[in-house]
């Protein structure tokens, strides 16, 4: 969808489309979660937390994981199994 059309939707089309994104975005997070567990290797995209870091803790909205003895806080968003 490109941006003129994006501007030609209503406001109640736009409230839709932002609960379907909504919802698609928890469905996707929903699977990478199901893919983790603690003691699982995975990687973080982002440029200051390179290399392979272990799951410690999962939480509803992030993960604990460490890697030597730095341990992160990160978003379920950036991470990848390895």
């Given at each position: 969808?490109t941006n003129?059309?994006?501007?030609h939707?209503?406001?109640?089309?736009?409230?839709?489309?932002?609960?379907?994104i909504?919802?698609?975005?928890?469905?996707?997070l929903?699977d990478v979660?199901?893919e983790?567990?603690?003691?699982?290797?995975?990687?973080?995209?982002?440029?200051?937390?390179?290399?392979?870091?272990t799951?410690?803790?999962?939480?509803?909205?992030?993960?604990v994981?460490?890697?030597?003895?730095?341990?992160?806080?990160?978003?379920?968003a950036?991470?990848a199994?390895?």
């Amino acid at each position: 969808m490109t941006n003129s059309e994006i501007n030609h939707l209503s406001l109640v089309e736009l409230k839709e489309l932002r609960r379907k994104i909504a919802f698609a975005i928890e469905d996707r997070l929903g699977d990478v979660v199901n893919e983790l567990s603690v003691g699982s290797k995975v990687t973080i995209n982002h440029r200051k937390a390179s290399g392979e870091w272990t799951v410690r803790k999962i939480n509803r909205k992030t993960v604990v994981v460490e890697q030597g003895d730095r341990r992160v806080r990160s978003s379920h968003a950036l991470l990848a199994a390895v």
